[in-house]
């Protein structure tokens, strides 16, 4: 165009170059053949120190677990190519070491073995996460379901209540010899929901309401259904006693609350009720009594002539272990009783590994909540963001009040090791929560174009 003599060209601006996300799978799969290979030595470890053989079965429990861990791994380099690599070689590892610890312990009650079937629910639940990979597109998709989800988490916790006790606790259904916890599922329907409704409603949670003692609180318009929600889930897992579930949710809610608010008045708010909350039921259920009584006194059964309870052998296997252990095999933690194999798997593993094994196994843990948190943190929309947060504080929070209980730093409550501890339901879940980590870390380097999570 020319005007006064003077010519203008204009041009259309550069394009944007092209930013090639690094699948990083190579690692994946890496991690993932070291992650068997380890799992398959720690079974041949056994079968040499209990036997001084390698135990027969050892080709095809590493190819089992070789071939479900490389179903997986396809599944994640098909559908999600841009996903942490660390999440699966973490589940697979942690799966793996659970099958040998269970196998140890069999080994001392021949009559009642529990590797087989803990391999079949690992099975079902490398099945669950090969599903939930490959059909789960789009996190946001489940924002959809936010009511159906919460109506399912009631329902799974209520039902037990139908069944008898076991141990003292309301929290199986058990029908022609199968039993199923389902509690364990509906913690991640309960963290779906909790993200779903507070990523909707994050700005009246923080700024609507009135402010008290420098607390900005919400309506209660806003806040009650999931108050409600919440108390009616905590209530029904108070009736059938299992209060380390209980514990678990609220750790959950005050978790999401505080992310989806910034407020960290919460925090204050959420130890205060679960101090006042402790010493009500600490006072009033006898169940839940007994167990702080045997956490104060963890000897005191030996003091009176009846031997060492669950918490004291506990307590004594981590003792033996030391910094190196007595290796794999070699330990005396099944004398710990018939939750050895459950509550109390990591007393195995701090016997047998010493502190030096079970550190790597705290820091895998570590490594694995870390990994979601830093997906949470790259998100940029609110419920994915509060999806990863609550999945990984899922993963968080047993840990802490597991390896707090059998370690006597807090009251023991029965809930399963992740991936560690016998339990059909419990490793099907941590299954899901990991699908979930990969697809919420697939679409975290998406949106960020990769170089927010590494």
């Known amino acids: 165009m020319s005007k006064a003599g003077i010519t203008l060209v204009t041009a259309d601006p550069p394009a944007a170059p092209t930013v090639t996300l690094p699948g990083r799978r190579g690692v994946e799969l890496a991690l993932i053949v070291l992650a068997v290979l380890l799992s398959v030595y720690g079974y041949c470890a056994v079968g040499l120190a209990r036997n001084g053989t390698v135990p027969p079965g050892a080709a095809g429990y590493g190819a089992g677990l070789g071939v479900l861990a490389l179903v997986a791994h396809l599944a994640v380099r098909w559908r999600a190519p841009h996903a942490d690599p660390l999440p699966l070689?973490?589940?697979?590892?942690?799966?793996?070491?659970?099958?040998?610890?269970?196998?140890?312990?069999?080994?001392?009650?021949?009559?009642?073995?529990?590797?087989?079937?803990q391999l079949v629910w690992s099975t079902l639940g490398v099945a669950l996460f090969t599903a939930v990979v490959l059909v789960l597109r789009d996190h946001r998709v489940l924002q959809r379901y936010t009511y159906v989800c919460v109506t399912v988490a009631l329902?799974?916790?209520?039902?037990?209540?139908?069944?008898?006790?076991?141990?003292?606790?309301?929290?199986?259904?058990?029908?022609?010899?199968?039993?199923?916890?389902?509690?364990?599922?509906?913690?991640?329907?309960?963290?779906?929901?909790?993200?779903?409704?507070?990523?909707?409603?994050?700005?009246?949670?923080?700024?609507a309401g009135r402010r008290v003692w420098g607390l900005q609180l919400p309506t209660g318009r806003v806040l009650g259904p999931i108050v409600t929600i919440?108390?009616?889930s905590v209530g029904v897992l108070v009736l059938e006693r299992d209060l380390g579930t209980s514990l678990l949710?609220?750790?959950?809610?005050?978790?999401?609350?505080?992310?989806?608010?910034?407020?960290?008045?919460?925090?204050?708010?959420?130890?205060?009720?679960?101090?006042?909350?402790?010493v009500a039921v600490g006072r009033l259920e006898p169940h839940v009594h007994g167990r702080i009584e045997t956490w104060l006194r963890p000897f005191a059964s030996i003091e009176a002539g009846e031997g060492p309870n669950q918490?004291?052998?506990?307590?004594?296997?981590?003792?033996?272990?030391?910094?190196?252990?007595?290796?794999?095999?070699?330990?005396?933690?099944?004398?710990?009783?018939?939750?050895?194999?459950?509550d109390f798997i990591l007393a195995t593993a701090g016997e047998e590994l010493g502190l030096a094994g079970l550190s790597a196994i705290f820091l895998l843990y570590g490594l694995l909540v870390e990994r979601g948190y830093r997906a949470g943190l790259a998100l940029r929309d609110p419920f994915g963001r509060l999806l990863a947060v609550g999945l990984a504080s899922i993963v968080a929070l047993q840990v802490f009040v597991i390896a707090g209980g059998v370690t006597g730093l807090i009251p023991l409550t029965g809930m399963a090791m992740?991936?560690?501890a016998q339990g059909g339901?419990?490793?099907?879940?941590?299954?899901?929560?990991?699908?979930?980590?990969?697809?919420?870390?697939?679409?975290a380097r998406r949106q960020s174009g990769g170089g927010a999570v590494r």
Do not use: C, M
């Open 230 to 232: 919440w108390l009616v």
């Open 89 to 117: 070689p973490i589940g697979v590892l942690l799966n793996g070491l659970g099958l040998v610890l269970i196998y140890r312990l069999d080994l001392e009650a021949p009559g009642d073995p529990a590797a087989p079937t």
């Open 418 to 420: 992740p991936f560690l």
């Open 249 to 278: 949710f609220f750790g959950l809610f005050v978790v999401l609350l505080y992310v989806a608010t910034g407020r960290t008045g919460w925090i204050a708010v959420g130890l205060l009720l679960a101090s006042l909350g402790a």
């Open 155 to 207: 329902v799974l916790l209520t039902v037990p209540i139908l069944f008898p006790a076991v141990n003292g606790a309301r929290i199986w259904i058990r029908v022609a010899g199968f039993s199923i916890q389902p509690g364990e599922f509906a913690k991640v329907l309960l963290a779906v929901f909790f993200a779903a409704y507070l990523a909707a409603n994050r700005g009246a949670l923080t700024y």
């Open 311 to 342: 918490l004291a052998q506990s307590l004594f296997a981590f003792a033996e272990g030391g910094i190196l252990g007595t290796g794999l095999g070699l330990g005396h933690s099944v004398l710990i009783g018939f939750a050895v194999k459950s």
């Open 425 to 443: 339901s419990s490793v099907v879940t941590n299954w899901a929560i990991v699908a979930l980590l990969v697809r919420l870390s697939d679409s």
